[in-house]
């Protein structure tokens, strides 16, 4: 089950234009170009250490760039207003809330920051996450206080909600339950989402775009169902052995053997087919990709 892609909508809420950053010289990001519009959901993919956090942190005004902008709201993310902070609902990747209070308390004490902040709400989303909200936060499992978190950053109802691997300590039930909730929470609020992932059927559920981080670079943006149209893996069969094709830009991979091989290529054109097949004087096949192979050929 797929949000509907919102790419018509003019007005952006997150934007980072050739953003650069290092920690101790090694660059995490290389020129990093992101945007999300008004009323989207935008997954994030990337492997461990690709940057993911990094560009979440700086597109929230948590660190700030070496170079490049990060905006939101039209507003530049470093020098956020207190305004706009009010607009925004963020759940980091380590779990740290006040661990000798209990759930209510906790979302009673950030209650009180938000204008907005609807505690009937907050108790609705713990009883659909089936989290006891008297329990206190340091005997609960990690799950649970990830379960917290997100309830903590979703009470005020933000119009912007930023997610750095917001499912990753849950087990699939609980994680399936939070991705039904934000399409709940984006059809009936329309609140803009972007969210952190390397599980590549949290995407696929829960967005219709995606942005694929690699070495700290956007190397994709745009629809899911676009980008496995671009990428598909060939399989040929030839009456000769087949020649090599590994300096070809549009071949992320292939194997070869004799006159059998399979290749996966980038920006695929069914027009290109004919090509395909008189270069390679071979009867060529063309097989579409899951997501989570794709992901697997870009980051060979």
């Known amino acids: 089950m797929n949000i509907s892609s919102q790419t018509n909508l003019d007005s952006s809420v997150l934007s980072l234009t050739d953003v650069y950053k290092s920690f101790d010289g090694s660059p995490v990001l290389r020129g990093v170009n992101l945007t999300l519009k008004k ?22 005004g948590l660190l700030k760039a070496d170079q490049g902008d990060a905006t939101v709201f039209a507003e530049d993310a470093w020098h956020m207003s207190a305004h706009n902070k009010q607009r925004l609902g963020y759940v980091a990747q380590t779990v740290d809330c006040f661990h000798w209070m209990t759930a209510q308390e906790l979302f009673a004490y950030t209650g009180a920051f938000y204008e907005n902040w609807d ?32 309830i903590q950053a ?40 972007i969210f952190s992932t390397h599980i590549t059927s949290d995407i ?73 097949e008189k270069e390679l004087k071979a009867k060529v096949t063309v097989e579409s990709l899951s997501l989570e192979d794709i992901f697997l050929e870009l980051n060979v």
């Open 39 to 60: 009323g989207a959901v935008m997954g994030l993919l990337g492997e461990n250490g690709a940057g993911k956090t990094t560009l979440l942190k700086i597109a929230l």
């Open 119 to 150: 505690a009937n709400k907050a108790q609705k989303l713990a009883d659909k996450l089936n989290l006891d909200t008297t329990q206190r936060i340091d005997k609960m499992s990690i799950g649970q206080r990830q379960q917290a978190s997100i």
């Open 154 to 193: 979703l009470g005020h109802s933000p119009e912007l909600l930023v997610l750095d691997e917001p499912v990753a300590s849950l087990d699939p039930g609980a994680r399936r339950a939070f991705i039904k909730e934000l399409i709940d929470i984006n059809l009936d609020e329309q609140t803009s989402i």
């Open 204 to 276: 696929e559920r829960a967005a219709a775009d995606m942005a694929m981080l690699k070495s700290g670079k956007v190397v994709y943006q745009g629809a899911i169902d676009e980008l496995k149209e671009q990428v598909v893996r060939l399989r040929l069969e030839s009456e000769s052995n087949l020649p090599d094709v590994s300096l070809d830009p549009y071949v992320l991979n292939h194997k070869f053997e004799g006159q059998f091989g399979r290749l996966t290529v980038k920006g695929f054109d069914v027009k290109s087919l004919d090509i395909w």
